[in-house]
């Protein structure tokens, strides 16, 4: 098989390992299929065209050209002139079809279903890619850029995923990157006929390349070099702290490992509300069997969000710590505010994974197996490493927490810390939030009665329309934008209402997790997906933080919030009922699988984290801030690395003549060296079988230069000469202006791509891995010779020990 043949089936089989990442987002992925036999007609035509052969612009028109035809014939074909001719009409399909799969896009969350129109773009995306990888790996024989279309396709399969890629997609286009690079490798290699390997070792096989000979140290070392490579890239991002969520880790996981301590980052789940609420079908999630008389106000609480920094509601770092047998008592409940203990049994669905455990809210008793960590402040159970809710059965005992209006009304203030902290609104907050919020309230007595007038107006009086179909916005504008418009869904509502509550003085946060359900003829409780919500929890001293409803048409509002004649005398403390529940009789089948839109915003996932805001207030971490730069500083460096070398080398090149006759004679050497090299980089191969005088005119020749250039290249030529053969060579004077006259020659004689090519990626950079090589080889060399001779030394040791006592 030729070189460019194996070279066209290694970057057809990067392309489709590549492709891999996209499996997951798209089902069923029968799509591959398409996009395999079709990326093997496009390759193939490359192939064609290459052996006639045409020039390259031709080759990659003729490849365009066909893979739009059968575009056309698999897509358009009914629209196409004799099926796959595009026209006019073919033309308006692809459009319409294009349009309807951005739509889809938007529409569906991961996994997407197989529409046409969404087939279309992933199957024309990986043909692209396709194209852009044969045309450099194999018609430009440059494998190494074809690694960039290569990681465009596996990031946006990343990025699609909310960073939930998993590792084996990553080695699989790594794998198929590395295949295309030994392919190129080989390729070149065979070009400089057969490798030399010395005299057979004794009592070892033949040189390379003979029958069941060894493989050539080039390309054993070639992959080496790719096995080293590919373990830093597996390696050093499992090592390192990640900016929200690793690459091979589970992005929203815990900090704190098992035991003692320990950070989260919480997850900001309601960017998935939207797409749960628009499923045309409900997908059952939990189901759950209680105690309580009314599961109408039993709402199934995963986090809050406490802090609202103008941008986004979202949760704090917080410390974490192993469940206790007993949850402490809430913050701010009282005596007198009557609360009756309730008990739940929960089974979640097999097919519902959740890092954050629904639980009715207050918790008092979480009986669940598994690694589970308790986050006190917002009294939340989160998984720690890879647990997840995915099939978990637990019961919670939990409080149902009922104060009169008269006990809310009369609620003494908050403590400073906790009012200073849960009433924090950013400066960018537009004054028209609070202008309305004083509007609303006017008239109100205190802190309830202001809350209650806000419930009212999202819920009732303020015309105010329920609509998932609204473009969901967090932000301080997004809010004031609401006030306008008035109409929105939980999202909205929720995050109105604390950020006016909390413009009013009075602490206030976002709760996220699911409505009570709806219930079974079996006793159960049935939880669906529709029924993810967001609801504003407010704080009133004596009851601790309770919850509201202000989105019209979702939940219920609470009785204590209803209108009904205040009464100043708190009721006792009810005693918790003791009915005994048994665990629901069906469990969730397994036939309900996880709903596209909450796997893809992370509601019932490892990877429910993805994207979560996380801020301690207390400013960035200085240890992070040194990682990202340091990290920045690399990725800006590392690609002028080559550049950065031939800098340094040439200067050294350059130096001091010396003062002795052997200094100016390596002094002369070495600006040869750097003739060569510069020659190198300009695509002048180097010939270390010729002479000076020949290579000078090689360089010329090869290098098209004329003039001062060119006898510039032969002065030096005859400098070396005379350091090399005379028996007393005299100094040459001018050498780095020789050079200088040498490379402003190469300059003026080559292309602009040659020049920039010369620049950013100069050829003789890879002298730096022949110089690691050989550094490496002599270090196993020395260490081999240390290795026998102290073997040696010890047989010797153990021999005479046995003699002496024999």
Known sequence: MSGRARLTLGAYAATLMAAGALLPLVKPATWIFTAAVLLAVQSGVGALTRRVPLARPLTIAAQAVVTLLALTL??????????????????????????????????????????????????????????????????????????????????????????????????????????????????????????????????????????????????????????????????????????????????????????????????????????????????????????????????????????????????????????????????????????????????????????????????????????????????????????????????????????????????????????????????????????????????????????????????????????????????????????KQKEGFCVHFSFSMAAMARSLGIPARVAVGFMPGTPRADGSVSVGIRDAHAWPELYFEGAGWIRFEPTPSRGSTPDYTRAQTPSDTPSGSAQPETSASALPSEVPSTEDSCPPQMRRQGECGPDAAAGADASDGGGPNPLMVLLVCLGVAIAVLLPLSPLLWRTRVRAGRLGSPGRTAEDAAARTLAVWREVVDTAWDHGVVPDESLTPRRTAARIVRLGSLEGEAANAVHRVARAVEEVLYAPAPHPAAGLPEELALIRTGFHTAASRRTRLRALLAPRSAVRVLWTASSRWSAVTTRWSAHRHALTARATTTLRKAARQRG
């Open 74 to 483: 698999v897509f358009a074909g009914g629209h196409a002139l004799l099926g796959f001719l595009p026209g006019p009409a073919a033309f308006a399909h692809f459009t319409t079809l294009f349009e309807a799969g951005a739509a889809d896009i938007g529409r569906y969350a991961i996994p997407a279903p197989d529409t046409e129109g969404i087939r279309l773009m992933v199957v024309g995306g990986v043909l692209l890619v396709g194209l852009l990888v044969d045309t450099l790996a194999v018609t430009f024989r440059s494998a190494a850029p074809a690694g960039l279309p290569l990681l465009a396709l596996y990031s946006v399969a990343a990025g699609l995923s909310d960073g939930g890629a998993s590792w084996l997609w990553f080695l699989l286009a790594a794998g198929g990157y590395l295949l295309l690079l030994l392919g190129e490798g080989r390729d070149r290699l065979s070009q400089w006929g057969r490798v030399f390997g010395g005299a057979p070792r004794a009592g070892g096989r033949g040189p390379a390349g003979g029958d069941g000979g060894q493989v050539l140290a080039p390309v054993r070392t070639g992959r080496r070099i790719g096995v080293v490579a590919m373990g830093i890239a597996l390696a050093v991002p499992a090592v390192l702290p990640a900016l929200n969520g690793g690459f091979l880790g589970g992005p929203g996981e815990g900090s704190g490992t098992g035991g003692q301590g320990g950070t989260i980052s919480a997850v900001n789940p309601l960017v998935s509300l939207q797409d749960n609420l628009r499923q045309p079908e409900d997908r059952e999630v939990l189901r759950y069997r209680t105690n309580a008389l009314d599961t109408s106000g039993m709402y199934l609480r995963l986090v809050a969000l406490d802090q609202f920094d103008g941008t986004s509601w979202k949760s704090s770092v917080r410390p974490i710590e192993d469940v206790p047998e007993r949850l402490p008592k809430p913050d701010g409940l009282g005596d007198g505010v009557r609360s009756t203990e309730i008990t739940g049994n929960f089974v979640a669905s097999p097919s519902y994974e959740q890092k954050w455990l629904p639980m009715p809210y207050p918790a008092a008793k979480v009986e669940i197996d598994g690694r589970w960590r308790y986050e006190p402040a917002g009294r939340m159970l989160v998984g720690d490493g890879k647990q997840t809710t995915r099939g978990a059965r637990y019961t919670v005992t939990s409080l149902d927490v009922r104060p009169t209006p008269g006990q809310l009304a009369a609620a003494p203030a908050a403590p400073a810390g906790l009012r200073s902290e849960y009433t924090r609104v950013p400066a960018s907050l537009p004054a028209d939030v609070k202008a309305t919020a004083l509007a609303v309230t006017r008239g109100a007595r205190n802190d309830y009665e202001r809350a209650v007038k806000l419930q009212d107006w999202f819920a009732r009086d303020g015309g105010f329309r329920y609509d998932v179909e609204v473009e969901s916005g967090t932000g301080a504008q997004a809010i004031s934008h609401f006030l």
